[in-house]
Nanobody, 124 residues
Framework: QVQLVESGGGLVQAGGSLRLSCAAS????????MGWFRQAPGKEREFVAA????????HYADSVRARFTISRDNAKNTVYLQMNSLKPEDTAVYYC?????????????????WGQGTQVTVSS
């Protein structure tokens, strides 16, 4: 059974940084894409970033490109989201998700596996 457990959220001032972690277990993820999504209060869930577990392909939403970096540690089966230059509009619950690496990575409904989410709050 696939398990994704996020950690690392918290409260930070605008301009600050946070690193989110997603510990994955339950299967070999070499053929998977790992994605980060977020959902702010009253808004729809949106794509943030994705990384193919094999290779170095990554994809970012325009709103976070150049500020956020997705990476992985194969030995720890963990995916990270380094968030720099945080803005109040980055405030949301951030979710880690996993899917087999086929098709688009942007659409949340294509991801069958999700973590419980971690809250990120950026104060102005």
């Amino acid at each position: 059974q696939v398990q994704l457990v996020e950690s690392g959220g918290g409260l930070v001032q605008a301009g600050g940084s946070l690193r989110l972690s997603c510990a994955a277990s339950g299967r070999t993820f070499s053929r998977y894409v790992m994605g980060w999504f977020r959902q702010a209060p009253g808004k729809e869930r949106e794509f943030v970033a994705a990384m193919w577990w094999s290779g170095s392909n990554t994809h970012y939403a325009d709103s976070v490109r150049a500020r956020f970096t997705i990476s992985r540690d194969n030995a720890k089966n963990t995916v990270y989201l380094q968030m720099n230059s945080l803005k109040p509009e980055d405030t949301a619950v951030y979710y880690c998700a996993a899917k087999v690496a086929d098709g688009t990575v942007l659409r949340g409904f294509e991801y069958p596996y999700w973590g419980q989410g971690t809250q990120v709050t950026v104060s102005s």
